[in-house]
């Protein structure tokens, strides 16, 4: 399946896909500063865009006034485990 299927850009797919697979291993969301590290961004501000475009593409859901509170809906997940050739 490629990810223009799905509405979203490459860089959008991966960062999904990080996002899982972080929430998955620990348990909880890993923080704007957590993710800014870990891909390499070098501001909060990339995450923040990225974060907010998947939730307007129905991918995440945001609990407001919560710390971590990013959640993978079941259409996020559906990208995130569909790899991408050459991702």
């Given at each position: 399946?490629?990810?223009?299927?799905?509405?979203?850009?490459?860089?959008?797919?991966?960062?999904?896909?990080?996002?899982?697979?972080?929430?998955?291993?620990?348990?909880?969301?890993?923080?704007y500063?957590?993710?800014?590290?870990?891909?390499?961004?070098?501001?909060?501000?990339?995450?923040?865009?990225?974060?907010?475009?998947?939730?307007?593409?129905?991918?995440?859901?945001?609990?407001?006034?919560?710390?971590?509170?990013?959640?993978?809906?079941?259409?996020?997940?559906?990208i995130?485990?569909?790899?991408?050739?050459?991702?």
């Amino acid at each position: 399946i490629a990810v223009k299927e799905f509405g979203i850009t490459p860089k959008q797919a991966k960062f999904l896909r990080f996002l899982a697979n972080f929430i998955d291993q620990n348990g909880y969301t890993p923080s704007y500063e957590e993710m800014k590290q870990v891909l390499n961004y070098k501001s909060k501000s990339r995450i923040h865009a990225f974060v907010h475009s998947l939730k307007n593409r129905g991918y995440l859901r945001l609990i407001p006034y919560l710390k971590r509170s990013i959640m993978i809906t079941p259409k996020g997940r559906k990208i995130s485990i569909t790899r991408v050739p050459g991702k």
